[in-house]
Nanobody, 125 residues
């Protein structure tokens, strides 16, 4: 079991920044990848960014490439999503996810095994 708790969401003006955190506990040593997804009202959950290890490779959705950065702090078992130059279309509930079933990663929700409860990000124009 892996427990994930997101934090750091909030209301920000367009052009601003936020940093989301995802604190992991439990079988974190079995984690092969972490991902961030988001879901806006009436829309499907969509991929934002992912990080796999060993090697710390990263992958980003085209819509956030160059603006968002995913990173991790091993000592704190925490993954971050730094979001810069935010746009109103970034408004959504943001979820972090963990993959433990096997090495690898993905850009679809069913590639991940555990999910956090989500944190709301609202970007005003």
């Amino acid at each position: 079991q892996v427990q994930l708790v997101e934090s750091g969401g909030g209301l920000v003006q367009a052009g601003g920044s936020l940093r989301l955190s995802c604190a992991a506990s439990g079988r974190t040593f079995s984690t092969y990848a972490m991902g961030w997804f988001r879901q806006a009202p009436g829309k499907e959950r969509e991929f934002v960014a992912s990080l796999k290890w060993p090697g710390s490779s990263t992958n980003y959705a085209d819509s956030v490439k160059g603006r968002f950065t995913i990173s991790r702090d091993n000592a704190k078992n925490t993954v971050y999503l730094q979001m810069n130059t935010l746009k109103p279309e970034d408004t959504a509930v943001y979820y972090c996810a963990a993959r433990i079933r096997a090495p690898g990663w993905g850009t679809v929700p069913n590639a991940y095994d555990y999910w956090g409860q989500g944190t709301q990000v609202t970007v005003s124009s």
